[in-house]
Each structure stands twice: as structure tokens, then as C-alpha cells.
């Protein structure tokens, strides 16, 4: 079972804000953990959630706000704070992050979609670390969306990703009795019965997003850990 996840050269790694806004040290972490993946032949996409959850305190919102103006607002003031901790962790390391706004409609849209996957080969080829997240101060049908989970999805194969990796600070997925899951091979008939209703109040995902988000990826052909 784990085979294909070690042989894995080309890897979309997706982490949520609720891990980003509670763990200052997490950036660390996933600079550490890239730049080793890249010393090993590696290619890394990023696909990180986190601008609306640090654009509010930014702005002094006492939580997330419920307004789409606010939470435009708070994504826009906290892009750029989650763009600056990317550079300073990767920067450690000697590694260039560039960011890249998506939409959905860009990902419809076949002109933009070829685009995209040039500007991230590009990025690829050049060893930088392409930092992806859904442009939420334009476009409102993101922040309803899931929280990345499904954007991470649909660039696995606009990348050719081997392997999606949906990082969370829960166990897992967990089962009637709270334990956890060890593999789903069919998710329509053996997971969305499983999945328990509930996201965290920095985020817009939870599991239920995330068994989507792994659904689609492996109808293109990618594997997907959670």
C-alpha cells in the first residue's frame, strides 16, 4: 500500500487554516520537510489555505467574519502575511516560493488551464516551490468552496502529480467508534457513510471536503493520503 506513496516524484501537499493560524512553528516544519523532499528529486506544489484565518486578526475581527465583504477583506489582509512566513522559512533554505492565485473558473476554462500548468512547469523546472491558493478577494464561490481541498484536487493533474497529501491536525478519518480509518479503496461506498459533520471555525473544509477532494484526484490516476 505504501509503495506508490515513496516512489512519488511529483507530490501536491495541501494544509488548511486552522493549522496555520494555531501553528506559528508549522512553516518551519513544511520548509524542513519540502527542502529534504526536494534533495531526494522531489517536485513540490504547495496548496495553502490560511490568508482569510490571518488576514482577520489582522484586521481585528474577534473571529471569522460571516460578511462575504469582511471575509474578502480579511483575505486580502492576510495573503500577504502568509506569503512573508513562506518566504522566510523557504528563504532558510535556499528555496524560491512563488505565489499563484486560482479560481475556479480559471480551472474551467481551458485556455487559462494551459496556462497554468505552463507557469507551474516553468516554476517546477526552476526547483522553486509554486504557492497556490484560491483567489478569495475576487471571487466569492472560494470561500463557500471547501477550503482548498478541492483546488489541490483539481491541480494534481494540471501538474501531474503522482500523489495528493491533504494535511490536517485531526487523527483522520474516523470511524462510529473514533477510530481511525487506515485505508479507503472505495470511497462512494466505503467513506461518506463514515464521515462525521463538522469543520473547525477557521476553516471551511473538514473531512467530508477532504474524501471529495480524494475522490476526484483518484479518478485522475494520483494516490491521496489524508
Partial sequence: MRSPIRSARRIVVKVGSRTLANDGGVFTRLADAIARAHESGRSIVLVSSGAIALGTKKLGYRSRPKEMAKLQAAAAAGQSLLMRAYEEAFGARKIAVAQVLLTHADLADRTRVNNARAALSALLDARAVPVLNENDSVSVEEIKFGDNDQLSALVAPIV???????????????????????????????????????????????????????????????HVVI
Avoid at 501531474?160 to 494535511?167: G, K, Q, R, S, T
Avoid at 473514533?178 to 466505503?190: A, K, L
Avoid at 469543520?199 to 467530508?208: I, R
Fill in 160 to 222: 501531474d502529480a503522482d500523489l495528493l497529501v491533504l494535511l490536517s491536525d485531526v487523527p483522520g478519518l474516523l470511524d462510529a467508534k473514533g477510530e481511525r480509518v487506515p485505508e479507503v479503496s472505495d470511497i462512494e461506498r466505503e467513506a461518506v457513510a463514515l464521515v462525521r459533520k463538522g469543520k473547525s471555525a477557521e476553516g471551511t473544509g473538514g473531512m467530508e471536503s477532504k474524501l471529495e477532494a480524494a475522490r476526484q484526484a483518484t479518478l485522475t490516476g494520483a
